[in-house]
């Protein structure tokens, strides 16, 4: 798997807007390019096609072509268009040991306002323990070589998001399995579970479990996470995570979908103080 590329997710999303707003104007590539000095079909179709950072300048020209008038969308769509150009933040230093799927959550984490998360079988990254996490990392990952203690690293600096100046709101269902499981040992899962409760305690942070004795429920077809953004909902996204690949959910009406998927675990799942009740329960029993 090669390094982290950038936020490609964020690009085609870009790129998928362009195209409709293109298709809306009626205009064909030939039309575009025939009006725009500088582009030509071959860079029309790589920016609509996610491939490669777009300018913010040729962003404002195309939209300007297809007279989009929709001002909260042109800026929100110059904001991509920055973000995707972004060099030299933190995670660029993991390049190699991260791979690019891991690379586009770490930008959009960077840059979403909130995160509606539900896990079956772990204790969210953003959680995470640096004990935890080593464990998991080391008998979970299926790649040769890894270097586990840089993916920990990267796992930790992760967690800056919801202590930042305008931190990430994280709302989290977890099951209960992962409540109770064995991971590392007694001592790493008393600290493990001592960190969720002491991060349910910040304003930004709510945190339900799921019990294991639950009747059938929308968590059961498996984990994902849905990242939101300040600037418009219908550009939120999101991730679905599989053992090999994960997939990005972008269309707007699936987004949606799994919104409304989050919103019916939640209200199955234990409220938030019964949520810490069993949280610290199962932390003492360990202690």
């Known amino acids: 798997m090669g390094g982290a590329t950038g936020p490609t997710v964020r690009r085609r999303q870009l790129g998928a807007e362009l195209r409709r707003r293109r298709e809306e104007a009626g205009l064909s ?42 001002h909260e969308l042109i800026n929100a769509l110059v904001d991509l268009a920055k973000r995707g150009a972004q060099r030299g933040m933190w995670w660029q230093s993991y390049s190699a040991d991260i791979g690019e799927p891991l690379g586009n959550l770490i930008s959009l984490e960077a840059s979403a306002s909130s995160m509606r998360s539900y896990e079956g079988f772990f204790i969210p990254g953003l959680l995470q323990t640096p004990a935890y996490a080593r464990e998991i990392i080391r008998k979970l990952t299926l790649r040769p070589g890894v270097n586990v203690e840089a993916l920990v690293d990267v796992r930790m600096a992760r967690q800056s998001a919801l202590t930042r100046a305008e931190p990430l709101a994280l709302w989290a269902v977890i099951n209960e399995a992962a409540i109770r499981s064995g991971v590392g040992g007694p001592k790493v899962m008393a600290e493990q579970l001592a960190r969720i409760a002491d991060r349910a305690s910040q304003p930004n942070v709510k945190i339900q479990v799921m019990p294991i004795g639950a009747p059938a429920h929308h968590g059961m077809g498996g984990a994902f996470s849905i990242l939101g953004f300040p600037q418009r909902q219908d550009l939120d996204v999101v991730l679905v995570e599989g053992a090999l690949n994960d997939l990005w959910v972008e269309d707007a009406a699936d987004v949606a979908l799994y919104s409304a998927k989050f919103d019916a675990i939640r209200a199955d799942a234990l409220g938030l103080d019964d949520s810490l009740a069993l949280i610290i329960e199962q932390r003492d029993k360990l202690t």
């Not at 179709?45 to 020209?61: M, Q």
Request: charged share 35%; with cysteine; net charge negative.
């Open 29 to 70: 590539h030939e039309e575009v390019t025939e009006a725009l000095s500088g582009m030509s079909q071959p860079k029309l179709s790589r920016l609509e096609n996610g491939r490669g950072a777009t300018k913010v300048d040729d962003v404002k020209r195309l939209l300007a072509l297809y007279r989009c008038e929709d």
